[in-house]
């Protein structure tokens, strides 16, 4: 037999080794190997199994890593067609799905000692008073890691041992799998009863085997019940499940309500965890309780989607809309579009959830190529919440500081759930302390010198950071000019960390805490945090985005937006899609349990569109109106988008390769007569980490033949040195 291997290392081919006799029936296609490539070894995945080659004298595989394959065949399939579509090299795709924690040579299983009784002994009998206190919770235990008896027990190993010797225990090493959650108490829930709604809305689920839906619920419809019933099913049909969360720090409360289902009954089942914020040793411990079969059900971050359930039933990608299910390095993969793809290879039910449908899911859905499901009411008949728009151009502004963080009607709503006990979220999607430092008497501006970007200030550490590259540097006291050295040097915009400043001086009685990458440091401060709300213990969490959505606290009754057009006017077609979504959900948060929500949105753009619209709760009135927008300009939905960027140290090389790129692409429009090229044109984030950036867009409705095109030129194309091209299909983020 044959072995086609694809070896770690980006050649864009596949090699031929023999299996020696030895390795017979161990090698099958998904299976991790090490094999000799030139003057050393280097390990790979066999990707295909043949009786023959075509070539003569092969090398033998060296060594068969693990007892079991780790890719399965569809999973290395979907490799494929990732690679195809999303213009990589097949080996980056291969590492795409599977995770560094598995790809090692040696196994990461960790090994602890355990003690447990051993059979036919005489109990208890003749040990000194200690002795049988040790054995007696041993024998409630029957097995126990041993540092885990030494700290019950307050005993020492010697005195263990003294047992062993006596021959009443066994002391061995043992697998101790490393579970993330291990330590959390899971008190098991029953299924709840559904609405009309949401009874309809899992019927057509459940009665379309194999088929993809789009459940459009309002904030609060109940669609984590329906997807929760859905999975019931798929386990009934002996079937797993994959569910997509776009933020970590959903995690932890979407795999409690899933772990409480499924922990106990005759559905019971693992739920495996896979996210970025797991240990490398928990990774490893949690694929392959999935590969085993051990756990049914998989929740995690976009590269989850390619978890190796078998047979898998369903995908569940939650808050379908969200631009991270997009990854930014090669490959440049879409989890949403990926699970469409293997929901149909594999006959799999997909469902994507969203109060906000991104525009792309919803043109599919109007055009049948998806089912639409709809909630558009609160579960038990809770009312939406009442949103205010606050124009800040009216508020009174204090001598020549601008209007105020807070406008009175946000100051006194605060004030009113304080008095009542309620709780208050705000949100600003930025983070530190000030957006730059500027100095009035000279103009000068605080720049990271390696982005076309302004400094952030972070008060509390006293630093001026880039939140592109991580540029840090101490904040001066005085103007670095050296002509000016004016001492007026003063900071400017605002950020989490002053909203957190200023609450904590107008509500000095309020316990506030803030929730943004900076102040996350460890690995449990999500649900340290979120548990902290959810018990009560914060009365105003300020956070970004990844307080926006997911989250259900049911004594959350105010929700303040503090500035809803810090995206509205980037250079991107999808700017005010994205206001729109994010202000919905946001609101969303406020009115979850008795009391009816309120939602305050302070903004210098009253009547755009997509605030307009998000105050109303008006999906269906923003979708028409930004399509009518797409389509006169015939951006997507109306085509499908890919976005060649040129990157290099000097703008001038980089600049000319744009030039000399479009002119090759040029004949293409030949083959694909619908293909549109835009540009080439500096990127609106002109500099990014010491790079400058040109790029070009392209669209077009064919992109599976424009993605065969791309890669045939861009494997011939020189550009001069120091300048390299990306390719981003479907790309979501334009800057």
């Known amino acids: 037999m044959v072995a086609r291997v694809t070896l770690e290392i980006a050649l864009r081919k596949e090699f031929d080794y023999s299996i020696p006799p030895e390795f017979e029936g161990k090698v099958e296609v998904g299976t991790r190997v090490k094999v000799p490539f030139g003057r050393r070894e280097v390990l790979g995945c066999v990707t295909g199994l043949t009786q023959q080659s075509e070539y003569n004298s092969l090398k033998p595989i060296s060594k068969v890593i693990g007892a079991q394959s780790l890719v399965t065949p569809r999973v290395l399939e979907l490799a494929r067609w990732i690679a195809d579509y999303y213009c990589c090299a097949p080996e980056t795709a291969l590492k795409s799905v599977l995770p560094d924690a598995v790809r090692k ?83 098991p829930t029953r299924p709840l009863k559904l609405n009309l709604e949401q009874a309809a809305a899992l019927k057509a689920i459940n009665d379309k085997p194999g088929e993809f839906f789009l459940l459009h619920g309002v904030t609060g419809s109940g669609k984590t019940e329906v997807y929760l019933q859905s999975i019931s099913r798929a386990l009934e049909q002996g079937k797993g499940a994959i569910v997509l969360v776009p933020e970590i720090s959903l995690t932890p409360q979407t795999v409690e309500r899933f772990k409480a289902r499924f922990s106990s009954g005759p559905l019971k089942t693992l739920v495996a965890v896979l996210h970025s914020h797991l240990s490398t040793g928990e990774r490893h411990d949690e694929w392959h309780k999935i590969r085993q079969g051990r756990a049914k059900i998989v929740i995690g971050a976009r590269s989850a989607i390619f978890a190796p359930v078998e047979p898998l039933g369903l995908i569940i990608v939650d808050e379908e809309h969200e631009h991270s299910y997009k990854q930014e390095e090669a490959p440049r993969y879409h989890a949403r579009d990926v699970a469409v793809v293997r929901g149909q290879r594999e006959g799999a039910t997909v469902v994507l959830g969203s109060a906000t449908p991104s525009m792309e899911s919803y043109y599919n859905a109007q055009r049948g190529r998806y089912h639409l499901l709809t909630l558009p009411t609160r579960a038990d008949d809770k009312q939406m919440p009442l949103v205010r728009v606050q124009d800040m151009c009216t508020e009174k502004s204090r001598g020549d500081k601008g209007p105020p ?260 692409i040029e004949p293409i429009v030949q083959k694909l007569n619908d293909l549109q090229i835009s540009g080439p044109a500096p990127a609106p984030l002109l500099r990014a980490e010491t790079y400058y950036r040109y790029q070009l867009m392209l669209r077009t409705g064919r992109m599976s033949e424009l993605s065969r095109e791309l890669a045939g030129l861009t494997s011939s194309l020189n550009f001069p040195d120091e300048v390299t091209l990306t390719v981003d299909i479907d790309p979501v983020n334009l800057l």
């Open 105 to 187: 040579e040696q196994e990461g299983w960790r090994e602890r000692l355990f003690i447990r009784l051993l059979p036919g002994n005489d109990g208890a009998e003749g040990l000194t008073r200690r002795q049988k206190e040790i054995y007696h919770v041993i024998e409630e235990s029957r097995s126990i890691a041993l540092q885990k008896l030494l700290k019950v027990t307050g005993t020492t190993t010697a005195t263990v041992r003294k047992l062993e010797d006596k021959g009443l225990v066994e002391i061995a090493p043992q697998i101790s799998e490393r579970d993330p959650y291990a330590n959390e108490e899971i008190i």
């Open 405 to 664: 963080i807070f406008s009175q009607r946000l100051k006194e709503a605060i004030s009113r759930r304080l008095e009542q006990g309620e709780q208050t979220i705000l949100f600003l999607n930025r983070r530190g302390f000030a957006t730059s430092m500027q100095c009035p008497d000279c103009g000068f501006v605080a720049e990271c010198p390696n982005c076309s970007l302004s400094l952030t200030y972070h008060r509390r550490e006293q630093f001026l950071r880039c939140h592109v590259c991580g540029h840090n540097t101490p904040a001066p006291q005085r103007c670095p000019e050296v002509k000016c050295a004016s001492a007026k040097i003063r900071f400017h915009g605002l950020g989490t960390e002053k909203v957190e400043d200023v609450l904590r001086k107008l509500f000095p009685g309020a316990n506030v805490t803030r929730m943004d990458s900076d102040a996350l440091k460890r690995k449990d401060d999500y649900r340290r945090i979120l548990g902290d709300f959810r018990r009560g213990k914060i009365d105003i969490l300020v956070g970004t985005q990844m307080i926006a959505k997911g989250l259900h606290f049911p004594r959350v009754t105010l929700v303040g937006i503090v500035y809803a057009d810090t995206g509205l006017h980037l250079a991107d077609f999808r700017a005010g899609e994205r206001t729109f979504q994010l202000l919905t959900q946001v609101a969303g948060r406020a009115g979850r349990g008795e009391v009816e929500g309120e939602v305050v949105v302070q903004t210098f753009s009253p009547v755009h569109p997509a605030i307009q619209f998000a105050r109303r709760h008006d999906y269906e009135g923003y979708f028409e109106a930004e399509m009518e927008f797409r389509e006169q300009l015939l951006y997507p939905p109306f085509t499908r988008a890919a976005m060649l960027t040129l990157r290099g140290r000097s703008e001038e090389k980089v600049s000319f390769s744009a030039e000399h790129l479009k002119k090759q």
